[in-house]
C-alpha cells in the first residue's frame, strides 16, 4: 500500500456524472428495433445511446446553446467518447476486472450519503430525471469499472522517484502557485503528412483569430472546434501546480497574466492553444500542525481472482485470529497481500491519519493506540488496520513532498493514459454507421 492519494469515486461521485449517461441504458430497453450508430471491435453502439448522451448536453447547456458546435460535429464528439468507453470497457473485462454487487451497493450507498440522501431518497431523485435505478446501476458500474481499469495502469506504470521529488521541491516558488487552465486542441494523427499538418495548423490559426478578434469567447470556441477529451467542458483543465503540466508549458505559464491566451503550441497530440484562465497563491502562513498516526494494516485485496464476498470472508476469518490472541505483525506477515509491507509486518510507518484516504482514515482516528479495527473495506479490499501510536507534528516539509509526488504522479498518469487510449483508439476496428462518417472506411 503506498501512500499516494488513491482516486475515489464512491465518496466523490456526484449524481450528474452517472444520470447523464445512464439515458442510454433505458432507450436502449424501450426501443428494441434501435440502429446501431457504430461498431467497435465485437460490441456496438446503438443509435439511443448515442442520441440520449446528445440530449443530456444538450440539456446542460440548455442556457447557452449558441456554444455547441452544430450537430454534426456534437455527434461526432460524443460519438468518440463512446467509443472510448466502449473500448476500456473491454479491456478492462479482457483483464478480470469486474464490479460484483457488494460494491455496487456499497458506492450507491455512498453516493446517496453524500448527496445528504437515502438509497430509496437517491431511487426518488432518479425518478424525477426520468431515469431508474436499474439504469444508473448499470451505468454506474461501468465507471466503476473503467476507474479501475485507470488505477491497475497507475499501479504498473507510474513511478516518481525522490529525484524528481526533489528537483520539484527545489522550485520553491512551483509548489505553492496554482493555474486554472483551459486549452483547445486540434488534433494530428500519428505520423501525421505535410498537407495534415498544414490542415491543422490553418484550423487552429482560425480558431485564434476568432478569439483574438472577440468574435467568440475561448470556452464556447473550445465546445465548436477542440478535438481534446475536455472539448465539451469548455476546454476546461481545472486548478494544476506546475508539476502537474506538461514542462513545455511551464516557461510559458510564468510570462502570463490572468485571461491570457498563446498558441498555436505544437504537441505531440497537435496544436494546441492555452488560457490562463486565473492563478492563486496557496501557500500556508505559520506552520502545520497536524496529527500523526503509527499503524500497521492486513489486506486482503479484492481481484479477478477474488471477489468482494471471498475476500470479506477471508479477512473476518483473519480478525477471528487476531481476537484470539495472535500477533499482528506475524499474521500481517502470513496472510497480508500489500506485497510493500507484508515483510515488515504490515508497518505503514508515522502517516497523517487521511494518507490513505477517508475510510482508512475515519478507522485509524477511531481506535486508541493499540487497538485493533474490525475488517473494513476500501477500494484496495479489505483491511484490518492496528494503531500503534500517535503524535502532533510539523508535517508542512513531509506534507509538501507527498503532495508533489502526487502531482507529478497526476501528470504523469494523464500523459501516459491519454497515450494508452490513443493506441487502443488506433489499434480498434471502428465502423461508424451514423454521422457525417458513416460512409467512411473503418478504422
Same mark, same amino acid.
Given at each position: ?157 507510474? +513511478? ?5 521529488? *526533489?528537483? /520539484?521541491? !527545489?522550485? &520553491?516558488?512551483?509548489?505553492? @502557485?496554482?493555474?486554472? $487552465? %483551459? ?116 489486506? +486482503? ?5 477474488? *471477489?468482494? /464476498?471471498? !475476500?470479506? &470472508?477471508?479477512?473476518?476469518? @483473519?480478525?477471528?485470529? $487476531? %481476537? ?120
Amino acid at each position: 500500500m503506498t501512500k499516494t492519494l488513491p482516486v475515489l469515486l464512491a465518496a466523490t461521485l456526484a449524481l450528474s456524472t452517472a444520470t447523464a449517461t445512464a439515458l442510454a441504458q433505458e432507450a436502449a430497453q424501450l426501443q428494441p428495433l434501435d440502429r446501431i450508430a457504430a461498431i467497435v471491435d465485437e460490441d456496438v453502439i446503438l443509435q439511443s445511446e448515442l442520441d440520449d448522451q446528445i440530449r443530456a448536453i444538450r440539456t446542460q447547456y440548455a442556457d447557452r446553446l449558441d456554444q455547441l458546435p452544430p450537430q454534426a460535429v456534437l455527434e461526432r464528439q460524443v460519438l468518440e467518447r463512446l467509443v472510448l468507453t466502449k473500448l476500456q470497457l473491454a479491456r478492462a473485462n479482457g483483464s478480470g476486472m469486474r464490479i460484483g454487487d457488494e460494491e455496487l451497493n456499497y458506492t450507491l450507498n455512498a453516493i446517496a450519503q453524500n448527496n445528504g440522501t437515502t438509497l430509496e431518497g437517491l431511487t426518488q431523485r432518479l425518478a424525477a430525471d426520468g431515469l431508474t435505478l436499474a439504469a444508473f446501476r448499470q451505468n454506474l458500474r461501468e465507471e466503476l469499472t473503467i476507474q479501475r481499469l485507470r488505477q491497475n495502469f497507475a499501479q504498473s506504470r507510474i +513511478v516518481v522517484s525522490e529525484g524528481e521529488v *526533489d528537483a /520539484a521541491l !527545489a522550485q &520553491a516558488n512551483l509548489n505553492t @502557485i496554482q493555474y486554472n $487552465l %483551459a486549452n483547445i486542441l486540434v488534433a494530428v494523427p500519428e505520423g501525421a503528412t505535410a498537407e495534415q499538418l498544414a490542415t491543422a495548423q490553418t484550423k487552429i490559426d482560425g480558431v485564434k483569430a476568432l478569439i483574438d478578434k472577440g468574435e467568440m469567447d475561448f470556452n464556447a470556441a473550445a465546445v465548436r472546434y477542440s478535438d481534446g477529451p475536455n472539448a465539451l467542458e469548455g476546454g476546461d483543465l481545472g486548478w494544476r501546480t506546475m508539476d502537474e503540466i506538461p514542462n513545455g508549458f511551464t516557461q510559458l505559464l510564468e510570462q502570463m497574466q490572468p485571461g491570457q491566451v498563446v498558441g498555436p503550441i505544437r504537441g505531440p497530440s497537435g496544436f494546441q492553444l492555452l488560457k490562463l484562465v486565473n492563478q492563486r497563491d496557496t501557500s500556508a502562513a505559520g506552520a502545520q500542525t497536524v496529527t500523526e498516526v503509527q499503524a500497521r494494516h492486513i489486506l +486482503v485485496r479484492i481481484n479477478a481472482a477474488q *471477489d468482494d /464476498a471471498t !475476500a470479506r &470472508a477471508k479477512a473476518q476469518a @483473519i480478525s477471528a485470529r $487476531l %481476537a484470539a490472541g495472535a500477533d499482528f505483525a506475524e499474521v500481517a506477515k502470513e496472510t497480508s497481500e500489500d506485497t510493500n509491507t507484508r515483510n515488515q509486518g504490515g508497518d505503514l510507518g508515522w502517516f497523517a491519519a487521511d494518507a490513505f484516504g477517508p475510510q482508512f482514515g475515519q478507522q485509524v482516528t477511531s481506535l486508541t493506540d493499540g487497538g485493533i479495527s474490525a475488517p473494513f473495506r476500501t477500494d484496495a479490499g479489505w483491511h484490518i488496520v492496528q494503531r500503534m501510536a500517535s503524535r502532533q507534528t510539523n508535517a508542512a516539509d513531509e506534507n509538501r513532498r507527498a503532495q508533489v509526488r502526487e502531482t507529478i504522479g497526476r501528470r504523469k498518469l494523464e500523459e501516459e493514459y491519454n497515450r494508452f487510449l490513443q493506441e487502443m483508439r488506433g489499434e480498434a476496428f471502428v465502423d461508424f454507421r451514423s454521422g457525417d462518417r458513416a460512409a467512411s472506411t473503418a478504422n
